[in-house]
Every structure is written in C-alpha cells, then in structure tokens.
T-cell receptor, first 111, second 115 residues
Framework: GDSVTQMEGPVTLSEEAFLTINCTYTATGYPSLFWYVQYPGEGLQLLLKATKADDKGSNKGFEATYRKETTSFHLEKGSVQVSDSAVYFC??????????FGTGTSLTVIP | NAGVTQTPKFQVLKTGQSMTLQCAQD?????MSWYRQDPGMGLRLIHYSVGAGITDQGEVPNGYNVSRSTTEDFPLRLLSAAPSQTSVYFC??????????????FGSGTRLTVV
C-alpha cells in the first residue's frame, strides 16, 4: 500500500554541517509531499511542502525537491544550527486528505 | 489565536478507566484527525473525519471512539484504558482547496499514561 519511508536516526551533526534526511514514498499517482518538524515538547509544524513533480519546497534554509523518477523528497540544509535540533517527519497525503507519516528522524546539532 | 486546541496536556489513568481527549479548531476546516505518536513508530492515524457527522477509522482504531457533531469539535474517547494506550496524542485539522493545496494544523498534544 501507500507509504512513506525515511532514514532512521538519530542524526548528530556539528553546527554549520550539511544535512540530508532521505525520504521515499510509494503511492498511486502523484501525492502532495510534506516535511514537518517537531521541536521538543511541541506538536508538529509544517516546514515545507511540494504538490507536484519537480516542485521545490523551501523554508528556513531547508529545501526538498519532489522527484517522481526516484519517488523521493529528501530534506536538505546547507548549514545547520543548534536551533534546528528537532525530529523531522516526511509525510504524504492521499486523495482522502489522510496524511501518512514516516517514523521520524531525530536531529541533534552540537556547537 | 486561531488553531487547534487540545486538552488536557497531560493525563494519568488507571487501567479500565475511561476518558475523553478534547480537540477544537476555529479555522472552519472540514477535516479533522487523531494520531498517536510512539517511539520508533512515527505518527499513526487513529480516526478521522471529513466533515460534521462523518467519521472513519484509521490505522489503529481499536479501543478508541470518536464523534463529530460540529465542525469545530472532534473528541477522542477511550472507553477502557489499557497500558498499550500510553502515548502522545495529536489532533489535527486540515482543508483541501482545488488549486489551493492543503493546509494542515496540529494541536500541541496530550501526553497520556495508563498505569
């Protein structure tokens, strides 16, 4: 069935390092794709989204490109900060407006 | 502020007790959902509603009931709490507009412990 698979964590990086968190999906058609971020003790917040192939979502220095050839939506940031420490979730939505989330990737950025 | 309000933020129940987790949104969104978040398992959909008077089951509905009598409210009921229901619960509301994409807003969560 339809699903989202993202790389397992935890991921630990030094400040200013390059970040990639992989996400792939399986679905019929071309679902909208999302990255959500969850800071400690808080709910999920939308980070960025892309609604069709080749779209690039971007926010707060993070980017992800919707690649239908590889069914991927990898999250990247060129220079992470300590404040980026959080759990990141890749998600897709089906035609019934139901969201399916990956298992989450915990990121810790150390000074 | 507009958004999704969940209450309570924390709750401890004894096995067999019942309770209702409240969720309210003031954005006039049609869709509302309940998820549970467990370590290593991400978020799993419990129940969802596509509009007032309509509800349906998600991935893990057993042990939970929902109702949607108004657009604003979507309470989640635990009829007889079990330790396996210890989790963090998130309510979300969302909309879809043709040509306008999706909007999806989460509440801040309810941390439930069943002893």
């Amino acid at each position: 069935g339809d699903s989202v698979t993202q790389m397992e964590g935890p991921v630990t990086l030094s400040e200013e390092a390059f970040l990639t968190i992989n996400c792939t999906y399986t679905a019929t058609g071309y679902p909208s794709l999302f990255w959500y971020v969850q800071y400690p003790g808080e709910g999920l917040q939308l980070l960025l989204k892309a609604t069709k192939a080749d779209d690039k979502g971007s926010n707060k220095g993070f980017e992800a490109t919707y690649r239908k050839e590889t069914t991927s939506f990898h999250l990247e940031k060129g220079s992470v900060q300590v404040s980026d420490s959080a759990v990141y979730f890749c998600a897709r939505v089906n035609t019934g407006n139901q969201f399916y989330f990956g298992t989450g990737t915990s990121l810790t950025v150390i000074p | 502020n507009a958004g999704v309000t969940q209450t309570p933020k924390f709750q401890v129940l004894k096995t067999g007790q019942s309770m209702t987790l409240q969720c309210a949104q003031d954005m006039n969104h049609e869709y509302m959902s309940w998820y549970r978040q467990d370590p290593g398992m991400g978020l799993r959909l419990i129940h969802y509603s596509v509009g007032a008077g309509i509800t349906d089951q998600g991935e893990v509905p057993n042990g939970y009931n929902v109702s949607r009598s108004t657009t604003e409210d979507f309470p989640l009921r635990l009829l007889s709490a079990a330790p396996s229901q210890t989790s963090v619960y998130f309510c979300a509301s969302s909309y879809y507009r043709t040509g306008g994409g999706y909007g999806y807003t989460f509440g801040s969560g309810t941390r439930l412990t069943v002893v």
